[in-house]
């Protein structure tokens, strides 16, 4: 029972980027919460709502068992508790693969060890241990001959870069350059990846106001707002985007060559207290659908613009049992029954952005009724689409005709799947449209009285207004937007100042 309501909950679609569409979105799941469902039933939750990755705080047995055979990619975690021991020997570093890693291959399919969480920042008198526990564990799945399918790292805060804004100057703080210089050298000769936590959030409300809340909710900017970077002039639309490449910009100080970064923890609280006004359900309905969107888009930020953004929210459930601001414990996507906190959907950057009309995949008119059978099977079976609505006795049974029958059909499969490149053909019997195929009160899938998406409108996207060429007003108004930008900056360096010290 509890599964159908998991399945009838939203479908949320983000998991679905998988690795061959390039930029994928996963999930973090953390435990501390006191009512936790079974292993079994988190699994029935994360399937429900097609997510391809999650990262786990640990290596909890039961979770490795019940993610076998699922084909979901695991993250597993090195507890801060256990860095130290990793660090100081390579036998319990063997020890620790051998448990929470060999054991559950290939069955689970552990594709990343995050080592710690952000050690540099929560547990600096660690930081010599880490890159020895990095190595160690490497070397361990270097005898496992397990290496060339898990990659080793370290997830690090935002914190370790004292300066993010702009982005150009931004650089690890120099207490770690030993750590850092080492830890990169690891990266990059283990083809490994760079483990970065980045929370807009905490960027936006640490910075008394100085930056817009659209910025950091990835929506569009009045044109007198627009963040450039004073010395690359590169545009920020983002405040996701600026971290990223702040972190690209700190790695390249070390003149290692371009590591990707992952981005292993961003969303946003949807409750606080009453110092916390920005924890809301509306913004963190905001800025995970918009970071869903961003990622999907599949482009690097300013600075590396072929490197996709793979990105990990957190997270899967409120965690009531932390400590800390009321915000702390609520980051959850998801209740404990699988009901989303808030609907949260996946359009693709093609989705004519600013424009409500989604397009409706239909069947042609006088498509040949055999191959308008075959697609409708199709699409009713291998192709997942829910064809209750017309069965017998339902809204979209009538007109009892294949045309019909089909278009319900063909439209349901296209709109849960063409983001992942579902087509909208059928050998040729499909058509799409802009025109709301819903009739009485037979409603099509995405329509806008529909709600088996969770379509929230679109939170329209619009244009940027463009920059650029060579008219002299417009290189005015670059320029001027420029300084007002490194009249910003300039304050915000100021302001962290103050904050870090
Ligand atoms: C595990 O994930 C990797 C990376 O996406 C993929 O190449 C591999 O086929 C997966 N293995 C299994 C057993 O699903
Ligand atoms: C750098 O890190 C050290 C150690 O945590 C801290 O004391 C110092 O304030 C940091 N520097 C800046 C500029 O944030
Ligand atoms: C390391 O720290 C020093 C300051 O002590 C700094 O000048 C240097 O550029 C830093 N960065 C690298 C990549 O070495
Ligand atoms: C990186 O290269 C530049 C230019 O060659 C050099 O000035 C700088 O010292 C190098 N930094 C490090 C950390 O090697
Ligand atoms: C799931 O739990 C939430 C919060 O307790 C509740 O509001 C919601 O109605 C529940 N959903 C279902 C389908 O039981
Ligand atoms: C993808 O996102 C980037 C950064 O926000 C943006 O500059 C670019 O226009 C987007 N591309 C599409 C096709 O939406
Ligand atoms: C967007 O549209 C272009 C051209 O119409 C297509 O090549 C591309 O694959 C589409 N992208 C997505 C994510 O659907
Ligand atoms: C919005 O949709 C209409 C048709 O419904 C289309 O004519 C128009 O070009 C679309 N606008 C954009 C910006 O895609
Ligand atoms: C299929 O659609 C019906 C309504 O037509 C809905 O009640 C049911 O929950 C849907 N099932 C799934 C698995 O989405
Ligand atoms: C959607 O709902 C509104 C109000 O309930 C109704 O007026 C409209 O006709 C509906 N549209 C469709 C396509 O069913």
């Known amino acids: 029972m509890m599964l159908k309501i998991w399945i009838g909950s939203v479908l949320l679609m983000f998991g679905i980027l998988s690795a061959s569409v390039g930029g994928y979105v996963g999930i973090n799941i953390g435990t501390d919460l006191s009512n936790l469902p079974a292993a079994s039933d988190v699994v029935s939750i994360i399937k429900a709502n097609q997510i391809t990755h999650v990262r786990l705080f640990d290596a909890d047995a039961h979770m490795l068992t019940a993610l076998s055979d699922t084909g979901i990619e695991v993250m597993v975690g ?93 650089t690890f703080n120099s207490t770690w350059n030993s750590t850092i210089f080492q830890m990169l050298q690891f990266l990059k000769s283990t083809n490994s990846y760079f483990m970065l936590n980045a929370y807009p959030y905490y960027g936006y409300i640490n910075n008394g106001g100085l930056f817009p809340i659209d910025y950091a909710l990835f929506r569009p900017m009045s044109s007198v707002k627009q963040i450039v970077d004073p010395n690359t002039l590169f545009h920020y639309d983002s405040m996701f985007d ?26 946003w609280p949807w409750f606080g207290g009453a110092n916390e006004p920005d924890a809301t359900v509306d913004n963190a309905e905001t800025f ?110 009538l007109p009892d005709t294949l045309q019909n029958h089909a278009s319900f059909a063909y439209n349901d499969y296209y709109q849960k799947m063409k983001i992942i490149g579902g087509t909208c053909d059928f050998d040729g019997t499909a058509m799409t449209t802009k025109t709301d195929p819903s009739y009485g009160s037979c409603i099509f899938t995405g329509s806008s009285n529909s709600s088996s998406f969770g379509f929230s409108p679109p939170s329209a996207f619009g244009p940027v207004s463009p920059l650029g060429k060579s008219s002299t007003l417009q290189v005015h108004v670059l320029w001027s937007l420029t300084l007002t930008v490194l009249i910003t900056f300039l304050v915000v360096d100021v302001h962290i100042h103050t904050f870090c010290s």
């Not at 690090?156 to 100057?169: E, L, N």
């Not at 040949?368 to 006795?393: D, F, M, P, R, V």
Request: with cysteine; net charge neutral.
């Open 78 to 170: 090195v507890t801060n508790e256990e860095v130290l021991g990793i660090g100081e020997s390579a036998a319990v570093a063997a020890v620790w693969i051998n448990n929470n890693v060999a054991a559950y291959l290939p069955s689970t399919n552990i594709t990343a060890i995050a080592v710690g969480s952000e050690v540099l920042s929560s547990i600096p008198n660690a930081a010599p241990v880490l890159v020895p526990a990095m190595n160690n564990l490497h070397k361990a799945l270097v005898a496992s001959n397990l290496n060339y399918n898990i990659k080793v790292s370290a997830p690090q805060s935002m914190d370790i870069i004292p300066k993010p804004f702009p982005p150009s100057t931004a």
């Open 288 to 397: 995970n659908n918009n970071l869903i969107r961003r990622v999907s888009n599949n482009s690097g930020p300013p600075s590396q613009p072929t490197i996709p953004i793979n990105a990990y929210i957190y997270e899967l459930f409120n965690e009531d049992k932390k400590s800390g601001p009321v915000s702390e414990r609520n980051w959850g996507l998801f209740y404990p029954n699988g009901s989303s906190v808030y609907p949260l959907s996946l359009t693709t950057s093609n989705n004519s952005i600013g424009n409500s009309s989604v397009p409706f995949c239909i069947a042609r008119q006088g498509a040949e009724s055999s191959k308008l059978q075959s697609g409708l099977s199709w699409a009713c079976g291998q192709g997942q689409a829910n064809c209750t609505a017309i069965q017998s006795g339902n809204p979209c049974y």
């Open 242 to 267: 600026a971290m990223v490449d702040a972190t690209y910009n700190s790695i390249s100080a070390f003149n290692t060559s371009t590591i990707p970064v992952v981005v292993t923890e961003s969303g």
